[in-house]
């Protein structure tokens, strides 16, 4: 019995102290990795109104998606949106309340979020919200006017944020464009209106008639534009429709 004491105790002993080998995970993948640790920006279709392909509407979105393991509460962030008027001037974000879209609701997880001009085809692209101005020719520093030259940020309460939305501190936590980025004139179908745009994925053509994703193995957003935006196909975080040719076919679904 004595002996049978023993060899139990030495076993236990030998089990504890062991330095487990095993790499507890799905199938060898790190399980948090599958997450992404908050709201991006998925979708965006930008568009000139005037280009007769777009029949002379503005079918401007964004999608907002919710990759994290939770369901979270819209209500802490905002959309904010911001025109740039020329190629070289580089400033800080700016918002006022016409610029800015809090958003309220719960946005489960691995679900999406569309907003969209008061100008799209409601119709056709599936949406949660619309947003913007309602005149066809006008000011293009009202929303939601995503022509080329137009960024947008994606907002979230923070007490130490630098932005003061109706009385509530935000701080930037993705964006798609940056008026903190030069930007290029396009050489594609001439606007009468705009003609400014940022390179992305390594277009440096014309990126203003297209429909833009990201990259469903992106997990963080990011507030560097040019890491996002990328020099070409494989470093970019977004992926390009082809010119003229939207795709609104996963408008509100995650990217595949």
Same mark, same amino acid.
């Given at each position: 019995?004595?002996?049978?004491?023993i060899?139990?105790?030495?076993?236990?002993?030998?089990? &504890? =102290?062991?330095?487990?080998?095993?790499?507890?995970?799905?199938? %060898?993948?790190?399980?948090?990795?599958?997450?992404?640790?908050?709201?991006m &920006?998925?979708e965006?279709?930008?568009?000139?109104?005037? @280009?007769?392909?777009?029949?002379?509407?503005?079918?401007?979105y964004?999608?907002?998606?919710? %990759?994290?393991?939770?369901n979270?509460?819209?209500?802490?962030?905002?959309?904010?949106?911001?025109?740039? =008027?020329?190629?070289?001037?580089?400033?800080? $974000?700016?918002?006022?309340?016409?610029t800015?879209?809090p958003?309220?609701?719960?946005l489960?997880? !691995?679900?999406?979020?569309?907003?969209?001009?008061?100008?799209s085809?409601?119709?056709?692209?599936?949406?949660? &919200?619309? $947003?913007?101005?309602?005149?066809?020719?006008?000011?293009?520093?009202?929303?939601?006017?995503?022509s !080329?030259?137009?960024?947008?940020?994606?907002?979230?309460? @923070?007490?130490a !944020?630098?932005?003061d939305?109706? %009385?509530n501190?935000?701080?930037?936590? @993705?964006?798609?464009g940056?008026?903190?980025?030069?930007?290029l004139v396009?050489? !594609?179908?001439?606007?009468?209106?705009?003609n &400014?745009?940022?390179?992305?994925s390594g277009?440096? %053509? @014309?990126t203003?008639?297209?429909?833009?994703?990201?990259?469903?193995?992106?997990?963080?957003?990011?507030?560097?534009w040019?890491l =996002?935006?990328?020099?070409?196909s494989?470093?970019?975080? $977004?992926?390009l429709?082809?010119?003229?040719?939207?795709?609104?076919s996963?408008v509100?679904?995650?990217?595949?």
């Amino acid at each position: 019995m004595k002996q049978i004491f023993i060899l139990t105790t030495a076993l236990l002993v030998l089990i &504890i =102290s062991c330095t487990s080998k095993i790499d507890f995970t799905a199938n %060898g993948l790190n399980v948090n990795s599958m997450y992404a640790s908050d709201l991006m &920006i998925s979708e965006i279709s930008t568009a000139i109104n005037t @280009d007769p392909n777009a029949n002379r509407q503005r079918s401007h979105y964004v999608e907002i998606f919710n %990759g994290t393991s939770a369901n979270l509460d819209l209500s802490n962030y905002a959309i904010g949106y911001h025109a740039v =008027s020329n190629t070289d001037s580089l400033y800080d $974000w700016s918002f006022t309340p016409t610029t800015c879209l809090p958003l309220t609701g719960l946005l489960d997880s !691995g679900k999406c979020y569309v907003v969209i001009s008061k100008l799209s085809d409601t119709m056709l692209i599936p949406h949660d &919200i619309t $947003w913007g101005t309602t005149a066809t020719f006008g000011n293009a520093s009202l929303p939601l006017q995503l022509s !080329g030259n137009s960024a947008i940020a994606l907002l979230k309460k @923070d007490a130490a !944020g630098s932005y003061d939305l109706g %009385g509530n501190n935000y701080k930037i936590i @993705d964006v798609f464009g940056s008026p903190l980025v030069a930007r290029l004139v396009s050489t !594609g179908i001439t606007s009468n209106r705009n003609n &400014i745009m940022w390179a992305i994925s390594g277009e440096s %053509g @014309d990126t203003r008639n297209r429909t833009i994703k990201r990259k469903y193995d992106v997990k963080n957003p990011t507030i560097d534009w040019s890491l =996002s935006s990328g020099t070409d196909s494989t470093n970019s975080q $977004w992926m390009l429709s082809g010119s003229r040719a939207w795709d609104y076919s996963n408008v509100g679904l995650p990217t595949q």
